[in-house]
């Protein structure tokens, strides 16, 4: 039965993936300001900053990575760090100078994928050639990826022997990869998995023996907690710390190349403020050294030379580090919890899974931390509900609640040929037929009435569906 309600409910938004702006350390970022431009050195301020970033803020952000990390290969140093002016743009920038539609043969996207990194791929002019790479459970599915980049390598029609002639290492581009591939491995957009090590290893494996360059959104990482409250690993480092990221375990491997094949690429947008417009990317010393030459840079300085100073301020101050361990992660981590809880106890009746949770004891299975803002469910798959796209419309217009439903996270790309279609039909796409929330902007209050309606949604779906006996219905 449907609820009526006399008047209109409020909007419920468990879509979008922006942190509520009271959140924002915005009394921190206005004394930090002050001290800046307070100090004897104002005129340097409003000038061109290094391309790279300036020295003092990358020993900062190298210091803070590798208190947050503790990378098994050694203390970050300043000169594998470059300042960017977030995450969007730092892909952007080094589809610029280490790929080209000419030589790099194909852009892989671990799916379900973050659909808004695809339109930057398409504007670097390789619409058409970005394909989807199975999850998996731990990280990626292997077997389709060897498979499916031996298939491209020995399709070699549309390609040349070596870079274009005007992107050779005498123009400036020192290094062009045959592939480039996607992900977010930590607390993932859309999923909510994380990679385990030994699959993050067999990666830059692969990566090393295929040329890949494997670009990772590390925006994430430092929002971590424990799965579950009652787990009692409240403080203890072996459950709280980050895992080693992809670049990270590409430096501890030996044989390491001079630029490597990987890149860490991170945002203060989900732990600052979007506004902000300050990241960072940490890579090879090379791989540094030339992604500070983009000619973009090159003419006009750091993108982001002086909101960088500003986020500076934060961390040489510890505001930074303060806001996300008083703040930020108590916040979320209530959030989440309550959110889980509702889910466990609305959606799980109905047949609703978390991915990654235990469906029989309600515990989380992984060995890993809970973070980041996001978690995915499935919907059953018996045909007793319609589509996800069918359950986003019945929530959105009769219960004014808006999800991400999971058709949202396919690489469209992979799919526009005869050929496309062949491999999609054995690219395992369970995902499309669930949904990503997030607990990242409501309160905890709003979180639990938004899974309230969901429930309610499925509930009038279910009640609109027939499905005829012996009919199966996909």
Known sequence: MVLKYSVPR????????????????????????????????IQQLLRYGPGQGVPALRENLAAWLTEEYQPSAGPISPDRVLVTNGASNGLATIL????????????????????????????????????????????VDFEYLRAALREVERDLVLFGGGP??????????????????????????PSGRTMSLNDRTELVRIAREFDVLLVTDDVYDVLRWCPETDCGCFGTGAHLASPPRLVDVDRLLPGQAPFGHAVSNGSFSK???????VGWMEGTPDFAKTLARVGATSSGGNQAHLASLII????????????????????????????????????????????????????????????????YVLFPADGTLPHAAEIQRVALEEFN?????????????????????????????AFVNGARLCWAWHEEGELVEGIERLAEALKTARSRRTVLPGRCER
């Open 10 to 41: 409020e909007h419920i938004n468990l879509q979008g993936g922006w942190p509520t702006p009271r959140l924002h350390p915005a009394a921190a970022l206005e004394q930090a300001s002050a001290r800046l431009f307070s100090g004897p050195d």
């Open 164 to 189: 274009p002639p005007g992107k050779s290492p005498e123009n400036g581009y020192p290094k062009i990869y045959r592939h480039v591939l996607y992900m977010v491995p930590t607390f993932s957009n």
């Open 96 to 139: 610029q100078k280490f790929a080209d539609p000419g030589y790099t043969r194909t852009i892989w996207m671990v799916e379900p994928a973050y659909h808004l990194a695809a339109p930057i791929f398409r504007d670097a002019g390789f619409a058409g050639r970005i394909r989807g790479v199975p999850e998996g459970e731990a990280g």
């Open 271 to 277: 732990i600052v403020a979007p506004g902000v417009r």
């Open 312 to 375: 500076g301020q934060l961390l040489a101050s510890g505001d930074l580090q303060r806001h996300l361990r008083q703040v930020l992660i108590p916040t979320y981590r209530a959030r989440y919890y309550a959110m889980v809880a509702a889910i466990r106890q609305l959606l799980y009746p109905l047949g609703v899974r978390i991915v990654g949770d235990d469906g029989l004891t309600g515990t989380s299975t992984s060995a890993q931390p809970a973070g980041g803002f996001f978690l």
């Open 401 to 429: 609640l808006r999800i991400a439903p999971g058709g949202l996270f396919s690489v469209a790309d992979d799919g526009d040929d005869g050929a496309s279609e062949s491999r999609m039909a054995r690219r395992p796409r």
